[in-house]
């Protein structure tokens, strides 16, 4: 089992920038990949960017490829989303989740079996 919590979420203007975190806890948090996702009104769920279990292996969406940078912190078993140049087409809800994932970077595609309640991001003027 993980139980995982989004945090830093907010308004902000167009160019502006948000820092996302996702705190996780439970067992074995060694073994489990986490990933961002986010749902606009209206649209389907996509796939941001996730870290592996080891913090060492990145990926990233195309639309964030170049201005969101993740980042896992174990100590503190927290993963980060650092997010530049913010788009008003970034404006959804933001979600972490994460799977068992051992050896292999993750993929936006797999199925994650844990995910939080979610974080609200607003890009607008």
């Known amino acids: 089992q993980l139980q995982l919590v989004e945090s830093g979420g907010g308004l902000v203007q167009p160019g502006g920038s948000l820092n996302l975190s996702c705190s996780f806890s439970?067992?074995?948090?060694?073994?489990?990949?986490i990933g961002w996702f986010r749902q606009a009104p209206g649209k389907e769920r996509e796939g941001v960017a996730c870290?592996?279990?080891?913090?060492?292996?990145?990926t990233y969406a195309d639309s964030a490829k170049g201005r969101f940078t993740v980042s896992r912190d174990s100590a503190k078993n927290t993963v980060y989303l650092q997010m530049n140049s913010l788009k008003p087409d970034d404006t959804a809800i933001y979600y972490c989740a994460g799977r068992i994932l051992l050896f292999r970077a993750c993929d936006l595609s797999d199925p994650f079996d844990y995910w939080g309640q979610g974080t609200q991001v607003t890009v607008s003027s």
């Open positions: 439970g067992v074995d948090l060694g073994y489990y990949g």
């Open positions: 870290v592996s279990s080891s913090g060492s292996r990145l």
